[in-house]
């Protein structure tokens, strides 16, 4: 509508409501904000004054006419009858708010736990000292402006919210140095294994590096997992007829807990390593690939692999030599992992079953090895690799003979500086997992490049884009739209 008042923001409602005073320039109002100490309790820059001010005449709530002075021409504003009911409908709306008090820190809190102790503690340390550098400017401000009432207003109660908060995060600080008696750490974990599989539980401690003792129970079996700085350093085990002392035992009963799908566990980093436990030597990752190749129920891996069509790509930041100690089969599969190949032709490539694959693609993501496919850069490492083979083929009754490779030769020696190559008549894409779409999309272009002249140069210009057009008839038509939006094919097919 027309006449209808748009919903003001809190700097279009400080602005309007300094122009009712008078006409000023942008300047002006910036000067007016500082005087007044507004600046001490809303944040609010000269950006953002000239940005209000261009948004309110467009709305046609200020007028702007140019003036002179003893210094450059300047835009002075004022305030139009439209502004001015809209000032007064958003002081209305402001007074009789009932959006409760906005605590932005509060986030910081809540996610408090996902960084290591010793990192969050000197965090709050540095906001704690803001906040009491900020109660001195508050106080001073109050006393310059004790003739003010409502400027004295606001500062006391902003100096109010900030003591209220320095006393709160004081005592929070406090109790996560253990100097209250009822200290829990940072981090204490209650739940069951039916919302909270295992594998997720260690992952949480040993990227926070949280030190502490994980306790899981069915009501009749104790078993506990120490940690220390989030890497695994200890276990027990605690059957009804006592204490497992067998140490083969112990970490069988600590891997079975992966089998587990309930189950009450609590994280307490009040606890430390329990009296004659087993000593654990290995990382988070290799304890969550051992655990996870006793899962034998379809169930728990169908969390993570839900059907045989799922596709999976290697995380660049996890190699195989950075100490993870995997099985041949493991290996193997990893290989594999193109970021194109679904769970169903990984198993055929490998020569094992749907389920065995299945059941290293849950430990190795669990382990953090690999991750889900990216839907966008599968679609193009398809594209690709379907365009780059189908012209390859199409150029094969043109050869000398059904054994001539030297097509391809010549496009891998051309191409030597990509991680790309023919094998035979097929692509071998070792480009980065990690690599953004676009630079992948960079290569893909830049090899079939290279692959189009060596093509004209054998066969012909005639003859390639003859093949072109027919190779792009014989193409997946869903990877058509990707070609062209990635720019892999010239702009006339």
């Not at 320039?25 to 007016?32: A, C, F, S």
């Not at 309110?56 to 007028?63: A, D, I, N, Q």
Request: glycine fraction near 6%; aromatic fraction near 8%; include cysteine.
């Amino acid at each position: 509508m027309a006449n209808e008042i748009p919903a003001l923001t809190t700097n279009d409602l400080l602005v309007l409501g300094l122009l009712l005073d008078r006409p000023m320039h942008g300047y002006e109002i910036l000067q007016q904000i500082r005087a007044a100490g507004v600046d001490l309790w809303l944040p609010i820059s000269p950006a953002a004054i000239y940005y209000t001010l261009s948004k309110l005449h467009r709305w046609g709530l200020v007028l702007e006419t140019r003036a002179r002075g003893e210094g450059p021409e300047r835009s002075i504003y004022h305030l139009t009858e439209r502004g001015r009911e809209a000032f007064l409908a958003g002081m209305e709306n402001a007074l009789a708010s009932q959006e409760p008090t906005r605590f932005e820190y509060g986030l910081g809190i809540f996610l408090l736990n996902k960084l290591p102790q010793e990192r969050a503690l000197p965090l709050l340390e540095q906001r704690l000292e803001f906040l009491r550098r900020r109660e001195e400017t508050l106080a001073k401000a109050r006393r310059q402006t004790s003739e003010d009432p409502l400027r004295c207003a606001i500062l006391t109660y902003a100096a109010n919210c900030t003591r209220v908060e320095r006393e709160w995060l004081e005592g929070l600080v406090r109790h996560l140095r253990g100097e209250t008696e009822e200290y829990r750490g940072l981090m204490l974990l209650r739940g069951d294994l039916r919302d909270f599989h295992l594998p997720e539980l260690i992952k949480l401690i040993a990227s926070g590096r949280h030190s502490g003792t994980l306790t899981i129970t069915d009501g009749i079996s104790v078993r506990t997992i120490s940690f220390h700085q989030g890497r695994p350093v200890c276990a027990t085990s605690r059957r009804p007829e006592g204490v497992v002392q067998d140490h083969n035992q112990v970490l069988n009963d600590i891997y079975d807990l992966f089998r587990w799908q309930e189950g009450a566990f609590t994280f307490d980093q009040r606890m430390g390593p329990q009296e004659g436990c087993l000593i654990l030597q290995m990382s988070a990752e290799n304890l969550i690939l051992s655990g996870a190749r006793w899962v034998d129920n379809w169930a728990i891996i169908q969390k993570v692999i839900p059907s045989s069509e799922v596709i999976f790509e290697r995380q660049s930041e996890a190699p195989l030599d950075g100490g993870l100690e995997l099985t041949p089969k493991e290996k193997q599969v990893w290989q594999a992992l193109d970021g194109v190949r679904n769970v169903a032709e990984i198993a055929q490539a490998c020569g094992l079953t749907e389920f065995e694959t299945s059941k290293i693609l849950y430990g190795l993501y669990e382990a953090g090895l690999i991750r889900p496919g990216d839907l966008d850069k599968i679609r193009l490492r398809r594209a690709f690799r379907e365009f780059a083979e189908l012209l390859c083929q199409a150029t094969k009754p043109y050869r000398a003979s059904p054994e001539d490779f030297t097509c391809e030769e010549e496009v891998n020696r051309r191409a030597a500086n990509l991680p790309i190559r023919f094998n035979f008549s097929r692509i071998e894409d070792q480009t980065e997992p990690a690599l953004p779409i676009d630079k992948l999309a960079e290569m893909y272009r830049r090899f079939l490049q290279i692959q189009q002249e060596v093509v004209q140069e054998r066969f012909g210009e005639p003859l390639l884009r003859q093949l072109l057009r027919q190779t792009m008839a014989q193409v997946n038509p869903s990877l058509k739209e990707t070609l062209r939006r990635y720019r892999l094919i010239p702009a006339s097919l």
